[in-house]
């Protein structure tokens, strides 16, 4: 080959790599006019602002390029059916939507352009919680080496989960007398947290490893085990069709009992705040009743809108337990129907306690 026909094929290799360049450019330049992209911002509402419920929102979105008007906007709401606007600039009215964090979907249409914003807001009650406190029908011991996470009572038997790694136990109780019927170690890795009984079955959370242990509840044999679909464990109750779980957030997560999967879930709120770290639950005639990790105090929640109906003020039961160096904060719940009275107790506590609601 001389070197004529060398510059030759040189030259045709460059042109066929500079016509294969412009059509991959045109391609991606064909392609950019389908879709839009950042070319609108959202100026009101900021992501997290915070509602009360029946406030009005404004919304205000503006457009990057001046010449471009939105032909159609679709504000989209997990609680609602969206709605759809034609100017950047609306009012929405947050009685149309339900309480805790909404994530907000505002999609931009142009043509067969769309472009689509992600924000968030968060929407209190509207009813401020009533206030109870509590009056001591009887006092009880505890074992003050039992860090209490969940507790249950079914026809005058009492099951206690309890945490730390190392010391974490299932235990089963003749109530009141609270004779030790049956305990069971968990394995040093895993921190049980809380408990509910379905049926002949218990169910017990653990923390951090997302596991749900199930037992028999008369020998206590393990009999089978799921993960967690959430990031923890905390607190586990039924409410006679699902589980109700809560993982140190302000939500609380409906698991089917057969699939164990997500099938809904409710931000908790009162009139000023979401409520988290909700930990021990309990179902209690269409109510769930939540204790607040390191509060001194039990919420009552709608299941249906997660707002709280009621605090029960349980300030001073610490205190009369007695403190010692491992006694940490209150939790564990267990109702009692005969009586309708509460059953009460905490990390390490020395007593436990039924007690009366009380209005204040």
Known sequence: ??????????????????????????????????????????????????????????????SKNTSQNPEKIIVSFPSKKSDTLSNTNFILDTASYGFGKQNVSVQIINGINTETIQTSIVVFSNIVPKAYTYKIEKT?????????????????ILYESTGLYGQSKLRKFEYPSLQLLAEIKLEPGFFGEGLTKVGNKLYQLTWKEKTVFIYDANDFSRIGQFNLPVHEGWGLSYNGKEFLLSDGSSCIYFLDTLSFKIINSIDVV??????????????INGDIYANVYGKEYIVIIDPLTGRVRGKIDCEGLLKISGVHPSVDVMNGIAYLPKSKRLLVTGKNWAKMFEISIVKK
């Open 1 to 62: 080959m001389n070197a004529s026909s060398s510059q030759f094929i040189i030259l045709m290799i460059c042109l066929s790599a500079l016509i294969s360049c412009n059509r991959e450019k045109t391609k991606n330049n064909k392609h950019a006019e389908i879709t839009i992209l950042h070319n609108y911002e959202l100026i009101k509402p900021s992501n997290g602002s915070f509602y009360n419920f029946g406030d009005k929102i404004e919304f205000s979105i503006r």
């Open 140 to 156: 009880l011991l505890h074992d003050i080496t039992s860090y209490t996470q969940g507790l249950e009572i079914h026809e005058d």
């Open 270 to 283: 009162d009139n000023q705040a979401r409520i988290k770290e909700l930990n021990e639950l309990e179902y």
